[in-house]
């Protein structure tokens, strides 16, 4: 029964594109500290705390791995860069297949209710509680090429630079790397006539509803392709409500959705 959850959970191909991007492990030369576990025991936990949204606490004893270790190494995982490598890696395997459609992208934000730590702040549509905002960029086809985290109260245009900056530069089936997309569409909250110029100096043509003047129901028959896919993420319960204090720890969660609802795709 546990194998067939880890395999659903980590499939062999999934672990082919994340075994050589983990960290080796290096005993000590005098001895003692940590003993080694094994790697793919780990990811699995892992992505299970994810999925399921169960605290570390409540870590089955069945995957193998005790709660202090799984911990330590999802940090040291995370401090070591492994979710953004990941992502890339099942990006590039996208792109070389040609799934990648460039010819538009799409972003957008969601809050999400916070119990503490750092990037938090009073939610303007949930009565000023503790929250953080979800943002995140797809492309046309929905499949998240960048993400990222701030405090529930932060505007959402300030994003759009970092999100597009993230954009890592991807195989394509011919030709050389890419990290640009034809168009940006947004709403209203990105209407900022500094972020339009700055996208067409980047040689990427905006496509941001104008206040006042654009409905925003236009814009609905692109936005709905980056609501489906924060809903996707958003489809990994640890993200539903944030627990972590650290916000690197909720992006690495984060990132490690984005790059399993990329893989998906592999699938498909």
């Known amino acids: 029964m546990v194998d067939k959850l880890s395999q659903r959970l980590v499939p062999d191909e999934l672990w082919a ?4 991007l983990i960290p080796k492990f290096t005993a000590r030369p005098q001895g003692g500290g ?15 705390v994810l999925t399921s949204g169960c605290a570390w606490r409540d870590l089955p004893p069945s995957f193998g791995v005790t709660v202090p270790t799984a911990h330590r190494r999802f940090t040291d995982w995370t401090t070591a860069g492994l979710w953004r490598r990941l992502h890339r890696a099942v990006l590039d395997e996208l792109g070389s297949q040609g799934l990648i459609d460039w010819s538009r ?6 809050s999400v209710r916070a119990k503490r730590g750092e990037l938090t ?8 509680k503790p929250g953080s905002k979800i943002h995140a960029l797809s492309e046309r086809g929905g499949l998240p090429l960048a993400v990222g985290v701030s405090a529930a109260n932060t505007n959402d245009h300030e994003a759009l630079k970092p999100l597009v900056k993230a954009i890592p530069p991807i195989r394509s089936r ?3 790397r890419r990290a640009r997309p034809a ?8 209407d900022v006539a500094d972020l339009r110029d700055w996208l067409r100096q980047r040689r990427i043509v905006p496509r ?3 206040k006042g003047v654009e409905s925003s129901n236009r814009l609905g028959r692109h936005r709905w392709v980056i609501e489906r896919s924060i809903a996707w993420l958003f489809g990994y319960r640890r993200l539903t409500i944030r627990y972590e204090r650290k916000a690197n720890h909720f992006c690495a969660f984060l990132t490690l959705a984005a790059a399993l609802t990329c893989y998906k795709k592999l699938t498909t």
């Open 121 to 128: 702040g009073p939610n303007p549509v949930d009565r000023g």
């Open 183 to 190: 168009k940006l569409h947004g709403d209203k909250a990105y």
């Open 208 to 210: 941001i509803a104008r």
């Open 105 to 110: 992208a799409v972003l957008d934000a969601a």
């Open 174 to 176: 011919r030709g050389p």
């Open 17 to 20: 594109l994340a075994e050589p």
């Open 34 to 48: 940590t003993a080694p576990v094994d790697d793919r025991a780990v990811f699995t936990a892992i992505v299970f």
